[in-house]
C-alpha cells in the first residue's frame, strides 16, 4: 500500500524567500507523484507531477519538485515567495495498475510581507 | 473541467442529500473524495465506466453512489449526520493499464448537516 507523509502542517515564509515544503512517500512499486494546490473555496489545482521520466519537475507558478528515490521523497520549492502563493499544499501518491490517489494531510503555507 | 452541483448545501439533520458531479467527457475514471477541515482529501468510492470498482472508502451503508451511464455521478447520503458535513470532492482521470495520469478536481460540494 502506499502512503504519503507531510512534514509540518504550517510554513510560514517571508516574501521573496525559498519555499520548501516536504512530502516522504511509501510504495513498493515506482510511483506516481503529484503535488496539488488548493485555495479557499476551491477544489484542487494539479501544480506538478512525477510520472518516471525526469526526476526534476516544473510545474505552473514557479514551483518544481525533485523525485528522490533514495530519500523516498518528493520535495516542493519555489524560488522566491509570492503572496499569491499563500494556499494549501498536497502531495499525492499513486502506482500504474491501481487506481486510487492517496493523499497527505498537507500544508498550509503562509506568505508574510 | 470537472463541474459539481450544488456548492454549497446546507440541511438538517436525519434528511437525505443528493450530489452531483459532471467529469470531463473523455476521462475513465470517476472519483469521490471526502476532505474535513485540516485534512487531506480521503478517499471515498471509484468508478471505471459504469461499475463501482472499489466502493471500499464509504463510511457505511448511508453512502451510495451511481454512474448509470458512464458519465454523471451522483453521490447520496442518507439521513445525515452532523458528522458527514464535509466537502465533497469530485475528481475524474484518464488512465490505462500501464499508467496513471492526474486527478482533475471539481470545486467540491460543501455539506453542513445541522
Known amino acids: 500500500a502506499q502512503s504519503v507523509t507531510q512534514l509540518g502542517s504550517h510554513v510560514s515564509v517571508s516574501e521573496g524567500a525559498l519555499v520548501l515544503l516536504r512530502c516522504n512517500y511509501s510504495?513498493?512499486?515506482?510511483?506516481?507523484l503529484f503535488w496539488y494546490v488548493q485555495y479557499p473555496n476551491q477544489g484542487l489545482q494539479l501544480l506538478l507531477k512525477y510520472t518516471s521520466a525526469a526526476t526534476l519537475v516544473k510545474g505552473i507558478n514557479g514551483f518544481e519538485a525533485e523525485f528522490k528515490k533514495s530519500e523516498t521523497s518528493f520535495h516542493l520549492t519555489k524560488p522566491s515567495a509570492h503572496m499569491s502563493d499563500a494556499a494549501e499544499y498536497f502531495c499525492?501518491?499513486?502506482?500504474?495498475?491501481?487506481?486510487?490517489?492517496?493523499f497527505g494531510t498537507g500544508t498550509r503555507l503562509k506568505v508574510l510581507a | 473541467g470537472v463541474s459539481q452541483d450544488p456548492r454549497h448545501k446546507i440541511t438538517k439533520r436525519g434528511q437525505n442529500v443528493t450530489f452531483r458531479c459532471d467529469p470531463i467527457?473523455?476521462?475513465?475514471?470517476l472519483y469521490w473524495y471526502r476532505q474535513t477541515l485540516g485534512q487531506g482529501p480521503e478517499f471515498l468510492i471509484y468508478f471505471q465506466g459504469t461499475g463501482a470498482a472499489d466502493d471500499s472508502g464509504l463510511p457505511n451503508d448511508r453512502f451510495f453512489a451511481v454512474r448509470p451511464e458512464g458519465s454523471v455521478s451522483t453521490l447520496k447520503i442518507q439521513r445525515t449526520e452532523r458528522g458527514d458535513s464535509a466537502v465533497y470532492l469530485c475528481?475524474?482521470?484518464?488512465?490505462?493499464?500501464?499508467?496513471?495520469?492526474?486527478?482533475?478536481f471539481g470545486q467540491g460540494t460543501r455539506l453542513t448537516v445541522v
Open positions: 499525492a501518491v499513486t502506482t500504474s495498475g491501481t487506481y486510487k490517489y492517496i
Open positions: 467527457s473523455e476521462h475513465n475514471r
Open positions: 510504495s513498493s512499486v515506482p510511483p506516481y
Open positions: 475528481a475524474s482521470s484518464l488512465a490505462s493499464l500501464r499508467r496513471n495520469t492526474e486527478a482533475f
